[in-house]
């Protein structure tokens, strides 16, 4: 019994052996891990320092990936995106940053980067709410108070500039079926006074002909005397006996018989 106690506190004490050795491993690979991860993001400020920003994503993505809660990491990556003007990933990269920041100055440095996104796009609304995180979370903060200003600003300056445009927009509208209808209205006249000049062109043609005909010269009557009047019927009275005589002539006369019984 006592050697069956004895061994189970060896195996006891093994396992605690084990347990320290494990311990010890994890922390020199805790170790090495954080050497590697100072490394990568000493290399990655330098890039950035040397506005090699491609490269300096690169190497912050590294980090990230091997820890994507390492707000450092996390804020520097979404600044190297942002510098290379994909503001869309920077925003998804500032947000997960200020998702996982633990003090408020890193959750304000992180929302003050997305509204600068959202500035960069002219998206006035959404820039306007990330400055007013960031003074949630730093109410002293100069910049995120200036570009909040801006962004208000610039929210007024196009809300009105949409309405001058509109405006225009239907002050040209209304222009352009004014003139439609004037010129409709032009085109109506124009076709009243066409019908008009046909309806009155023969009023016009008769005119023109009646003034033709007076300017033709008129048959007047002829004027015959008195004597030259009773020569013309005599003559007419001449040829009309000679015609009675000719047909007697061509009829026969009828002879009178004297009886003889």
């Known amino acids: 019994m006592?050697?069956?106690?004895?061994g189970k506190v060896l195996l006891?004490?093994?396992?605690v052996l084990r347990i320290a050795i494990c311990g010890f491993m994890l922390l020199l690979s805790s170790s090495d891990s954080m050497a590697q991860v100072t490394r990568s993001i000493?290399?990655?400020?330098t890039l950035y320092g040397q506005k090699r920003y491609k490269e300096a994503a690169a190497n912050y993505a590294k980090v990230v990936a091997k820890n994507p809660k390492y707000t450092p990491g996390l804020f520097n990556l979404g600044n190297s995106l942002y510098q290379q003007k994909q503001y869309d990933s920077s925003r998804k990269v500032m947000e997960a940053t200020a998702k996982v920041a633990e003090d408020k100055g890193s959750k304000a440095a992180a929302n003050y980067n997305i509204g600068n996104t959202y500035m960069s796009q002219?998206?006035?609304d959404e820039a306007i709410e990330a400055y007013k995180n960031t003074l949630r979370n730093n109410p002293q903060d100069a910049d995120a108070k200036y570009n909040l200003s801006y962004a208000e600003q610039m929210r007024k300056k196009e809300e009105q500039q949409n309405k001058d445009d509109k405006n225009k927009?239907?002050?040209d509208k209304n222009k352009d079926k004014k003139d439609n209808k004037d010129k409709k209205d032009d085109k109506n006249k124009k076709d009243d006074k066409n019908k008009d000049q046909q309806e009155n062109k023969p009023d016009k043609d008769k005119k023109g002909d009646k003034k033709e005909e007076e300017k033709r010269p008129k048959s007047q009557p002829s004027k015959l005397s008195k004597k030259r009047a009773e020569q013309i019927l005599n003559a007419l009275q001449q040829e009309e006996?000679?015609?009675?005589?000719k047909m007697k002539k061509e009829k026969g006369v009828p002879v009178k018989?004297?009886?003889d019984w």
């Open 2 to 6: 006592n050697q069956l106690h004895k």
């Open 12 to 15: 006891s004490d093994f396992f």
């Open 42 to 45: 000493q290399k990655a400020n």
């Open 122 to 124: 002219k998206k006035w």
């Open 169 to 171: 927009k239907n002050k």
């Open 241 to 245: 006996k000679k015609l009675q005589d």
């Open 257 to 259: 018989m004297e009886k």
